[in-house]
């Protein structure tokens, strides 16, 4: 079939253009996800808290999920304008200082509106109308929550809250999180038994560290995998619809958000080693070395060594006479103590500019104490 060459304004288009129809092919939707966090002070010590809205509507309406929308073909010119637009519109918070792609999702089947069609009245056959769904996530971090104002109109609400609520075995630092960790192990552990793969059994052990001896808190997407392959999460017991029993370990999420999410901590744990700025982010421009490492136990779910880990961070790797700083340094200035609080005003630091957009080679090695036993019984795993 011929087709008039030119196009809007006179413009010649080439002939593939005029041949082309998507109508051929697969039909996708695009998304884009804001997967903000911030550091957030409760009860005197600091919590890593994300931005979550609820669904108002099926699927999963009443379920949490990330900020998030379909792409405007028209408009949005990448997803992550998409993901900062659905930001704004669903809870009014604007674009944060730090901002980086998080990661592409295209599991089949991760949003049930794939499956959506309805039976056709006369011959009783099956008409799709639904669209398989990929998103693009973008990792978003703030020194602190900011305000929110969700829209009755786009969701349920929104809301901060502790990503530990989603992934409670992730945060060690307290007894609670702990038991929680050895009940996913012990659960985990049943599984490989039943399944009597060895491939499994070396899966668990590099992902909970041989029994939590040797725990690596970056590892959180492998733990997460572990769990949902072995069917003790909601998320993996749902029908095609989206539907499941409620059953399993942590608070569900929508889609594939818990999935997301644990992409998310992992890459955080690993970034506030090697990339000071991603710390800025979450800590602010100043603070005292005890804030500090509250921010960076709260990302990584572990107590850290005071000592060793004011040397960590305050000390080169060379002359510690002359007491050169390795990413932060003293202001000359200290935090005002309230009327009537003991001890000495603490000393407030600052990142030194030149390490903000470096990447540190080699990285922080962050003194963690063991999580191998109770909380009072913690011992130092490394020095600075």
């Known amino acids: ?93 604007a674009e ?5 792609p998080l ?25 799709a109308t639904g669209a398989r769904v990929a998103t693009n996530a973008y990792l978003m971090l703030m020194p602190e929550p900011a305000a929110v104002t969700a829209d009755p109109d786009e969701t349920g609400g929104a809301r901060w809250t502790s990503i530990y609520q989603y992934l409670p075995w992730e945060d060690l630092r307290g007894d609670a999180g702990r038991r929680a960790a050895r009940e996913v192990l012990d659960a985990v552990e049943r599984w490989a038994a039943r399944a009597g793969d060895p491939g499994v059994r070396e899966r668990i052990d590099a992902a909970f560290g041989g029994g939590l001896r040797e725990w690596n808190e970056e590892r959180v997407a492998e733990r997460w995998r572990l769990l949902f392959d072995a069917r003790l ?6 029908d095609r619809w989206g539907r499941s029993d409620g059953a399993g370990f942590g608070r569900e999420m929508a889609f ?36 500090l490492q509250d921010a960076c136990e709260a ?60 990447r540190l080679d080699p990285s922080l090695r962050l003194p963690f104490l063991s999580v191998d036993g109770p909380a009072g019984e913690s011992s130092a795993e490394s020095g600075a």
């Open 103 to 127: 990661g592409s999702y295209t599991q089949n089947g991760r949003d049930p509106r794939q499956f959506a069609g309805h039976p056709d009245p006369s011959t009783g056959e099956w008409v």
């Open 96 to 100: 944060p200082a730090y901002l980086e």
């Open 256 to 291: 594939d958000h818990r999935r997301i999410l644990a992409d998310a901590l992992g890459r955080l744990r690993g970034k506030i080693k090697y990339i000071p700025n991603a710390l800025r982010a979450l800590a602010g421009n100043e603070f005292t070395l005890d804030e």
């Open 299 to 358: 990302v990584a779910g572990r107590p850290l060594h005071r000592a060793n880990f004011r040397r960590a961070v305050a000390l080169t790797r060379g002359d510690r006479q002359t007491r050169t700083p390795r990413i932060v340094a003293g202001t000359g200035t200290r935090r005002r103590r309230a009327p009537g609080e003991p001890g000495v005003a603490p000393e407030v630091f600052t990142f030194i500019p030149g390490v903000l957009r470096a």
């Open 1 to 93: 079939m011929e087709h008039d060459r030119e196009g809007r304004g006179g413009e010649d288009v080439p002939e593939w253009a005029l041949r082309y129809d998507a109508g051929e092919y697969p039909l996708y939707a695009v998304t884009g996800d804001a997967v903000a966090l911030a550091r957030d002070v409760r009860d005197g010590a600091a919590a890593l808290v994300a931005l979550v809205v609820v669904r108002g509507r099926d699927p999963f309406a009443g379920l949490d999920a990330w900020p998030g929308g379909f792409m405007e073909w028209a408009t949005d010119p990448t997803t992550r304008e998409t993901a900062l637009r659905e930001l704004m519109e669903e809870t009014s918070v």
């Open 233 to 238: 999460v909601p998320e993996a017991r749902r």
